[in-house]
Structures are given as C-alpha cells and as structure tokens.
C-alpha cells in the first residue's frame, strides 16, 4: 500500500507525483506503456542517426509555469536549448514575419510589414509585462484564481480590466485588424492560435494567441538538449530521488472504490493496488468516466454531460532526417525553432472551415519544428531534424484535397497525406524533398496507440472551445475543479483546468487537492464539497 497511486506518467501525472512526494507521500505511478512520458518522449523513429520527438517538441509552457520553474529540473539533467529565432510565419512573397528573442528586433521585423506595427507588437507586449506574471499565476493555479485575479484588477482597474478582458475574449481574427495594419502581427498570433482547435473567428482564439506569442517573446519556445524525453527523465529522477516509484507496462483496469472513496486500483493483470490517501489519474475524462470508474459510482447528471464532451481535432504529424537545413526562400525562416505555414489570414480560416465540417484541408496549416536549429545534439552536423503535424478531423466526411482520403488512414492515405505536406513546404523551400534522407509519418490512429489519452492524436484533452473551458471543464459542474464525484479521486489530466500544454498544472492541482482534503479541515468538507460540485446540478 502506499499514500497515493497516480494512473498515468505523462507530464501532469509525473508533476503530480513530485508534489505528493515533496509533501512526504508515499507515491506509485502506474504506466500502460513500456516506458513513462506519456506525449513526451523521444526516439530515433525517422532516422537511426537523427532524434525525434514522438508527440510534443517545444516546450514554451513548460519554460514559463510556475509548477514547472519550481521542481527545479536543471538539478536532474535537463536542460533547455533556444534556437536564434523562435518562430517564423513565412509569406508567398517571400516576406516573413519573425518573432525573435528580442522585442525590438520582433518589432522591427513587423514593421517592414506593416507601417506601425512594431509598435503595436511593442504596445502588446508592454501589456504583457504589466500582467504577465499575475496572469501565468491564475491560469495554472486552482480555479477560481482568487488572489492573482485580484492582483490582476488592481493593476488594470474596473475600465483597463474591462478592456483586457475583451481582447482575451475577442477572436484573434478580429484582434490582429484592430491592432496592426500589415499581415505579420496577426498571423503570429493567429498560428500560436491555432495549436489549439480554435479557428481564427472563435472566440478567445485571442488569448491562446497572445499568451503563447507573450510567453515566446519573454521565454522563447526551448526544447530539451537530447529530445523530448529528457523532460520526462528529469521529472523521474526528481521523483525517484524522492522515493516515489513508476511502474511501465501497468496498464489500470479500474479504480476500486470502497466505503464510497476511491481506495485504489486494479491493474489489467488482476492485482489491486490499495491507495490510502487519494488516487489521481492522468487520462482523459472519456476514459476515466464510464471507463476507469463504473457509472455505478457517478452521478446521473455526469453520464449526461460526458456525452456531450468534445475531443479536439486529430493529429497528423510527418518526422524527416535531412541531409541538410530546409532551403526556404525566406532566410528569415532558417533562424526559427518553429515555423507556421499558411499563406494568410484567409487561409487559416479557410483551412478551419474544412475542418468543421469534416472535410480533410487541401491546403493544411502546417506547425513545423526545426529540432536541430534549436538542438544541434538531435542529428548529425550540418543536418537537419524536422518535424511537422496539421490538424484532421476526428471524423472524416470528405477530402478538400485531390487524394480521395476517408479516414481509415492505411498506407495509401497516409502517404497521399505526407506527400501532401511535403509539397507544401516546397512551395517555400524549393528542394526540400531533395533533402529527405527518410521519413516516418504518424497517422491519427498511431496516436492512440502509443498514448491512449491522445484520442486519434487530440493533444489537448479536449476541446479548447469556450464552452469546455473553466468551469465547464472537463464538464458543467466541476467548476474547473479536479475533484471528481468519487471522494479521494482526482482528475489529473489535460481533461481538467487549465487544458492542454506541457505546463503540469492540471497534475499539480489536483495534488494540491489532495493534499487539501487530507488536512483536518478538508476531511470534514471534502464530502460535502463533491456533492455540491457533481450532485446538485442535474440529480
């Protein structure tokens, strides 16, 4: 027995663990897969000589969280690596927009696309640096964010809070035509975006834009030197050194739950592991409710609202070995750790209306990583590794694109679909396809397999629509909580508040969760709290 069994070694579940374990928890992490990371980790998958990143490559969330900055993982080998630039949005002309390490040369960049937009962008980040700590404070930290929100609006004020808040809330369509005159400002807001579900019409697309774009300007976009998986070494050696424990190739059946409380669970192989405090799961919310915990034990109301859960969109992501740098027309590009191609603000929306009504885009908005610009250890020198992934839709109806694709995603279709890509990126690096040694293409269904939390490659949780963030994430009536109807069990995953993003928020407040209810005073109202939370809406 132990205090806690953590389901799930994935960031948020590591971050989770580590918090317990520094509060001097017993803890046991119990991972499906042969090795922990969950949508963090790395190989030589594309190329034996080159590294790859499996799923998630850059790491500007992780470098910004204050959960993160606090485990100190430099003190267990990681380190982070920037590459000069941070992120380029190339245009067919040839122009370029590049947000660098240093504002005024992001500013100066933008200028030369617009007349005033380097101000603009200046104007933006000022804004940042006037709330931007306060702000990381309130979306990674407990919902609802009471004293950073109020360090937040007595900066601003009643009229200055009234403002931010509607250019958070406002479509990032929209924000970039009040804000610039020229199309580089809006496309690097509208392509940090985009790494979510949102379309440039939806509303708060403004917020994941700027946030990320902010955390870019103030941290950069670093990856860990070796790859992604260095990231997750770090957090196990930090729990290990700790006394906490993770066991690969530990699928979990169920959560057992006894006397009305999670007590711990029952692995795929039969055995029960007793958890005497609390059991925190690392998956996602589908596979939690109705999966890990039988409806018996959950309120009516929830089998309701999970029906109603929304996966974000599918993944599919191509990974090459280089014989050299990609030649892109634009040399600004060559200086980025990432890059965004789409050839405009009509494009991007464009590209998200195929994908709303299922169809497969026949012009995809590509997010392109350059590993070896940012980390020369990931290939041979004077190469290149390199990523990209666009979006699909979780349920195919048709293809804008010429190759007939239905979804099943065999072997034609995935080719068709790299191929489709690649072209792409020749339109702005004429040769590149000469410089492909090998490729490895992950298909949506790939996703799933490697990650069973990454639902045909949805990499957030769930959608990052307004209508599941908050409190009504993962559903209405968690109150963007990770308590779960079940006392002594939390919801760690990106499922819960804040979402998706390697920032180990979600992990780290629901150990904080049960830290709480395991005091004095939180053994008296855990009770109650679950019941106000789970049964009053909808019993």
């Known amino acids: ?31 499906a897969q042969p090795e922990p990371g969950g949508g963090v980790r790395s190989d030589r998958g594309a190329h034996p000589d080159y590294v790859s990143d499996v799923c998630s490559a850059f790491y500007p969330m992780g470098v910004a969280s204050p959960v993160m900055r606090a485990l100190e993982l430099d003190r267990y080998g990681l380190r982070w690596r920037h590459a000069p630039a941070v992120l380029a949005h190339p245009l067919p002309d040839g122009r ?28 933006l980040y000022r804004r940042w640096e006037h709330i931007g700590d306060d702000l990381l404070a309130a979306l990674f930290g407990p919902f609802p964010p009471l004293r950073a929100g109020a360090a937040i609006a007595a900066r601003l004020r009643p009229a200055g809070m009234l403002r931010m808040l509607r250019f958070l809330l406002s479509p990032v369509r929209r924000a970039g035509e009040e804000e610039f005159s020229g199309p580089g400002g809006p496309l690097l807001l509208a392509g940090a975006a985009l790494h979510t579900d949102l379309s440039p019409e939806a509303a708060g697309g403004t917020a994941f834009g700027w946030l990320l774009a902010m955390i870019g300007q103030q941290y950069g976009w670093p990856v860990p030197e070796g790859g992604g998986g260095e990231l997750t070494r770090a957090l196990v050696r930090r729990l290990e050194a700790r006394g906490g424990r993770v066991h690969c ?9 006894a ?31 109705g999966g890990l915990v039988g409806w018996e034990h959950l309120p009516p109301s929830l089998r309701a609202d999970m029906r109603r859960f929304q996966w974000d969109l599918a993944t599919f992501k191509v990974d090459w070995a280089l014989s050299g740098p990609i030649p892109w027309s634009s040399p600004g590009v060559a200086r980025a750790g990432t890059v965004h191609l789409a050839s405009g603000m009509d494009a991007l929306t464009g590209c998200c209306a195929e994908l709303a009504t299922g169809r497969v885009p026949g012009e995809p908005f590509i997010l392109l990583g350059q590993m070896s610009t940012a980390d020369p250890t990931r290939s041979p020198a004077g190469t290149e590794s390199v990523w990209a992934y666009t979006h699909v839709p979780q349920r195919v109806t048709g293809d804008a694109g010429p190759d007939g694709i239905t979804g ?132």
């Open 259 to 289: 006397g009305g409380r999670a007590a711990g669970v029952r692995t795929a192989s039969g055995e029960t592991v007793r958890a005497d405090r609390a059991v925190l799961a690392d998956v996602a919310a589908p596979a939690l409710y």
């Open 96 to 123: 370029c927009a590049v947000l660098e390490r240093d504002v005024h040369r992001t500013a100066e960049s933008l200028e030369e696309l617009g007349a005033g937009d380097g101000e603009a962008w200046t104007r």
């Open 408 to 539: 099943v995603w065999d072997e034609r279709e995935s080719t068709a679909m790299a191929d489709r890509l690649e072209r792409l990126i020749e339109r702005y690096a004429p040769g590149f396809r000469d410089r492909v040694i090998d490729r490895r293409v992950i298909a949506p269904p790939a996703f799933q397999l490697h990650n069973a939390n990454l639902r045909n490659g949805a990499l957030n949780g769930g959608t990052s629509a307004l209508h599941q963030q908050l409190v009504f994430r993962p559903v209405p009536g968690a109150l963007g909580r990770p308590e779960t109807p079940v006392p002594g069990l939390y919801l760690a995953s990106a499922s819960a508040h804040p979402g998706g993003g390697v920032h180990g928020a979600c992990g780290a407040n629901a150990a904080r969760a049960a830290l709480r209810a395991n005091g004095p005073l939180g053994r008296l109202v855990q009770p109650s709290l679950t019941a106000l939370r789970h049964g009053i809406s909808g019993t």
């Open 1 to 31: 027995m132990s205090d806690t069994v953590v389901i799930g070694s994935g960031p948020n579940g590591l971050v989770a663990a580590n918090v317990l374990a520094d509060a001097g928890w017993s803890v046991d992490v119990l991972e």
């Open 249 to 257: 190739g530990t699928p979990v059946a169920s959560v057992v739950v």
